[in-house]
């Protein structure tokens, strides 16, 4: 499963919409995809609660479905955790791994994404793998030395076919679902320094051809100016995506 870069626009749900919600809403954008050709491939990522639901609903779209995580042994004695072939049973695509609430929140490190996101490529779901920086971090200078080890750390070792099918997600922490967006010169110098890293650990070529999403406070506002830097190849977009209307004005930037 190699895949090629391109504009992906992706809603993260968070812990927002059951199953009813999220059929509703699912079935909402897709109504607003109808007879429309966007530029991107869209992708839903509910909670795993609402997934069959919204499967179900973007059954007849062109949108794609994601998971908001997965454990990474197939089966077994893992109480409260979903498997790679859970998710992609029910024909999701994508799955993310390294979001920053799951580093920081729930305490997530190096260790436990690179095993979720073999797991991930094993089982043929495409993991859009997540890195940014806290904001003392990015005040204290760091930001790009933090990055570079969660790039380094988890993707280092990963065949070429590999790291083909992965997708990344600049998401600075400071400007996830704060109303602070990075500047487009901040988010492409970053999206830059990450396909420079990228091409140290395998070669210019996959660099050059690896989808980087920005993600962080991505609004219908905000969004024409950051995905028109040549940097930046889509958008995961959390707040925002919970309505219709305004995720299909990302998709659709005026
Ligand atoms: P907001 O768009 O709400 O800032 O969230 C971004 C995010 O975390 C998407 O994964």
Known sequence: MIEVRRTII?????????????????????????????????????????????????????????????????NGAYTGEISTGMISALGCRYVLVGHSERRHVIGEGSDILSRKLRAALAGGLIPIYCVGETLGERESGTASKVVAEQIG???????????????????????????????????????????????????????????????????PG??????AREEIDGALVGGASLEAGSFLGIVFPA
């Open 10 to 74: 992706a809603g993260n749900w968070k812990i927002n919409m059951d199953h009813l919600e999220g059929a509703s809403l699912a079935g909402d954008i897709a109504a607003g995809l109808e007879g429309r050709e966007p530029a991107c491939e869209v992708v839903l990522i509910p909670p795993f609660t609402a997934l069959p639901a919204v499967m179900n609903a973007i059954e007849d779209s062109p949108i794609s479905g994601g998971a908001q995580n997965l454990w990474y042994e197939e």
């Open 153 to 219: 750390e988890v993707l280092t070792g990963l065949s070429d076919a590999d790291m083909r099918s992965t997708v990344i997600a600049y998401e600075p922490v400071w400007a996830i679902g704060t109303g602070k967006t990075a500047t487009p010169d901040d988010a492409g110098s970053m999206h830059e320094i990450i396909r420079v890293l990228l091409g140290d650990i395998f070669g210019s070529r996959t660099a050059e051809d690896t989808p980087i999403l920005y993600g962080g406070s991505v609004k």
């Open 222 to 227: 905000n969004a024409a100016e950051l995905l």
